[in-house]
């Protein structure tokens, strides 16, 4: 019997206003944006009255309680955003169009053509048994709703379950499917010829650029600029697709053969926080548009479950008898352990797999071990 697991994904359309709605919806977002700079004077003097009755925070300088209020309000309520939820909104099909029909007032609906060409996860939207909650925000001159969609996963209880564990780094992603405690299935994906299509682009927009600062650039430069960075974003996201639909693939088969299937990734957050001196040569947009969250986001839309954990010293732990190895090679790539004589292994294999095991509740105490000795040495 199947088991609904369920969780969010945000899915996001442009919308396609006419001259007459988007004076609707900019009058509708300077209402919020008066509303929020309302609510931060209100919010900043509650703190600082309530601050000041606090004993230990009345001793504290004067400028502290008005500082801290300032800093908390401008980063939370500095996005202006018009909130929608299953009251005030619902999506329609009109004349071959898919729209949005919002009613800013009570008695008072605007219908918004939906521009769902670009968006792969459009169909999330339309099959949704009842709006859910989202926002519209203006990005540009560009108009956007977002949406939150319930995400059923692929779960069957009594399935004995596959454990893909996946290790991103800089220059080779690396996936190690783990079941019935042996590995089976090592994925490789190898982020160099992304990275020669970026810096191929990127020349075209040094040539564009020619040194010069965007404000000394013509509105045509400006615009071609523009065109090219959004090449760089295709390119990255293509690199994502081309990697999740192997995955895909190989998990599609396992769940045919009658087991549940679960991604496990590292938390992303603190991954380029390891970038060190021999990442240099690679390239900053991969860099920085890689290995954040967009991969987990791309990743947990897919009809899989998605598990996190830590990211600390899964490369520095043996997946074969969770003894400390030593790292060596050009560039840090290859292990070895003397405790169980594995020789001349690669580091971020040997991560996906302590990634996998970690998941399936195996090495735990080992790898917690191990990561405590080093740090104590």
């Not at 396609?16 to 931060?40: C, G, H, M, W, Y």
């Not at 459009?122 to 099959?127: N, R, V």
Request: hydrophobic share 35%.
């Amino acid at each position: 019997m199947l088991q609904e697991k369920e969780g969010y994904r945000s899915v996001t359309v442009r919308l396609v206003p006419t001259p007459r709605q988007a004076k609707i919806l900019d009058r509708n977002l300077q209402r919020v944006s008066r509303f929020l700079n309302i609510a931060e004077g209100e919010f900043r003097k509650l703190i600082w009255h309530r601050g000041r009755e606090d004993k230990e925070l009345s001793e504290a300088h004067t400028r502290l309680l008005d500082r801290l209020s300032k800093e908390f309000t401008s980063t939370v309520m500095s996005n202006k955003v018009y909130p929608i939820d299953e009251r005030n909104y619902k999506i329609i099909k009109e004349n071959g169009w898919y729209k949005i029909a919002i009613r800013f007032e009570p008695r008072k609906e605007v219908i918004i053509n939906m521009d769902i060409r670009k968006n792969k996860y459009y169909a999330d939207i339309l099959e949704m048994d009842k709006p859910c909650g989202g926002f519209i925000y203006k990005k540009g001159s560009d108009y956007f709703l977002s949406l939150s969609i319930p995400h059923t996963y692929r779960w069957e209880e009594g399935r004995r379950i596959v454990y893909c564990g996946i290790d991103l780094n800089m220059r080779k992603h690396v996936a190690s499917f783990y079941v019935d405690g042996e590995f089976r299935e090592t994925i490789f994906f190898d982020l160099a010829p992304v990275d020669r299509k970026i810096k191929q682009i990127q020349r075209t927009i040094s040539a564009i650029q020619k040194g010069r600062k965007i404000v000394q650039l013509t509105d045509e430069e400006r615009a071609e600029l523009k065109r090219h960075h959004d090449r760089i974003r295709k390119v990255i996201q293509k690199g994502h697709g081309d990697f999740i639909s192997k995955l895909i693939r190989v998990a599609d088969r396992y769940w045919d053969e009658g087991y549940n299937v679960v991604f496990v990734l590292e938390d992303l957050k603190g991954i380029t926080k390891n970038a060190r001196k021999d990442y240099k040569p690679f390239n900053r947009w991969l860099h920085q548009h890689w290995c954040y969250g967009r991969f987990a986001i791309l990743l947990e839309s897919k009809p899989y479950p998605v598990k996190y954990v830590p990211a600390k010293d899964t490369s520095r732990v043996c997946h074969r008898c969770g003894g400390e190895v030593r790292i060596y090679g050009k560039r840090g790539r290859l292990i070895s352990c003397d405790k169980c004589g594995l020789k001349d292994f690669s580091r971020d294999l040997n991560a996906a797999r302590n990634i996998a095991k970690i998941a399936s509740g195996e090495f735990v105490n080992a790898w917690c071990n191990v990561g405590s000795s080093s740090r104590s040495s």
